[in-house]
């Protein structure tokens, strides 16, 4: 059995801006990333048993494992695909910003069911999803019987669970995920189970 423990980076400057944030349109933690990024660290310092530290390399998800990486003694291992989606064009825009630059996609975007979906310059919502599952199976087989911190983004943790879980979290936008929160999972021969999800207090 593997445990997971999947974290969503601290708050980013685009995220409190509400912009996209793509792969060449980086944004580092706000003061309030960097305290929920301190106050989750500081809560995994407790934590026994823990094997790895993995992270996204952007930069958000880079400065949250770092926070972690410090309390638990852990240097964080960059692995490329646990990047967010890549929203390629809509990189830096707000949503209004992007129906008005790009409508019609805009409106594909909005029927999550879509799978086709292609971010203009950017990658396709499926194609996305097999990167970001296939990145974070291929740690799971790495460590077997361990627990791992895997550092990452919101569309990085859907994509997991909808993976191991499409019963219950294929729909992978019916539920919230806050900057810097914790999700948990088992992953086992026998199949997954969610421990606990979006906790962020």
Known sequence: ???????????SQFNAEHR?????????????????????AERLATERGIAALYTS???????????VGKALGLLPVVRTGLREVNVGHV????DDEFAATFPEAFVRWQDRTDI?????????RAGFFRRAAQAVADIVAQHGEN???????????????????????GEWWTYSLHTGSLTRL??????????????HD
């Not at 390399?57 to 926070?67: G, M």
């Not at 990189?91 to 707000?94: A, E, F, I, S």
């Not at 086709?116 to 396709?124: A, H, M, N, Y």
Request: hydrophobic residues 40%.
């Open 1 to 11: 059995m593997t445990e997971l423990l999947l974290i969503r980076h601290g708050e």
């Open 20 to 40: 996209w944030a793509g792969w060449e349109h980086e944004s580092p933690l706000t003061q309030r990333g960097e305290a929920e990024a301190q106050v989750l």
């Open 57 to 67: 390399p952007l930069v958000r998800a880079r400065q949250t494992a770092q926070f």
């Open 91 to 94: 990189g830096g825009l707000t």
């Open 116 to 124: 086709e979906f292609t971010w203009p310059g950017g990658e396709k």
């Open 147 to 169: 627990k791992v911190i895997v550092v990452c983004h919101g569309g990085v943790i859907r994509a997991t669970l909808a993976y191991y879980l499409p019963n219950d979290y």
């Open 186 to 199: 088992w992953v086992t021969v026998n199949g997954s189970r969610l421990l606990a999800l979006n906790e």
